[in-house]
């Protein structure tokens, strides 16, 4: 069964400047059980909400059996972190996730591509390792609320 393993709500970029100066200390709170989401804005608190530039890209999602054992959102900065779907196979589509408050519809526009930071925060190698899993960036179609846990999941 599909399931939201981790939620990332971030106010801050923690990615700043050169890889090889490492990463700003995490703001607490940023790993969340629930997160609302807004159609056309994001995920409410997170860095990118509501940012013009980022509007097709202001939900990211990512498979565990992306990343290395015991690597989570707080190394690979993506939103949603989910088991049980291949979501890379999924651009140009709409992922449907519902955890039990209503399903949440994102149009999953394009590959959330890694960077360099990965060979810091995961280790080396993994930014060349996540070029074709490092996620999927999407825009929210309508409002609503996930939260960590068994979720059901449909693409269409």
């Known amino acids: 069964m599909p399931e939201i393993v981790e939620l990332l709500a971030s106010p801050v970029h ?10 700003a200390p995490a703001p607490p709170g940023e790993l969340v059980d629930a997160v609302r989401i807004r159609a056309g804005l994001g995920i ?6 509501g940012q013009q530039a980022h509007r097709d890209a ?8 992306s ?19 291949a ?25 959330a591509r ?7 925060t995961v280790g080396p190698g993994t930014w060349k390792a996540l070029r ?11 409002d609503g609320t996930l939260r960590v846990g068994a979720i059901d999941a449909v693409v269409s």
């Open 14 to 23: 923690r990615f700043l400047g050169r890889p090889s100066d490492g990463p």
């Open 44 to 49: 409410v608190g997170d860095r990118y909400f």
């Open 58 to 65: 202001s939900v990211t999602v990512i498979a565990q059996e």
């Open 67 to 85: 990343l290395p054992a015991g690597i989570g959102l707080a190394e690979v900065r993506r939103n949603i972190l989910t088991t049980g779907i």
């Open 87 to 111: 979501v890379d196979e999924l651009i140009g589509r709409v992922l449907v996730l519902d955890s039990g408050d209503g399903p949440v519809s994102l149009r999953v526009n394009r590959a």
């Open 114 to 120: 890694p960077c360099a930071w990965m060979d810091v």
């Open 132 to 142: 074709t899993t490092g996620g999927i960036r999407c825009t929210p179609l309508n």
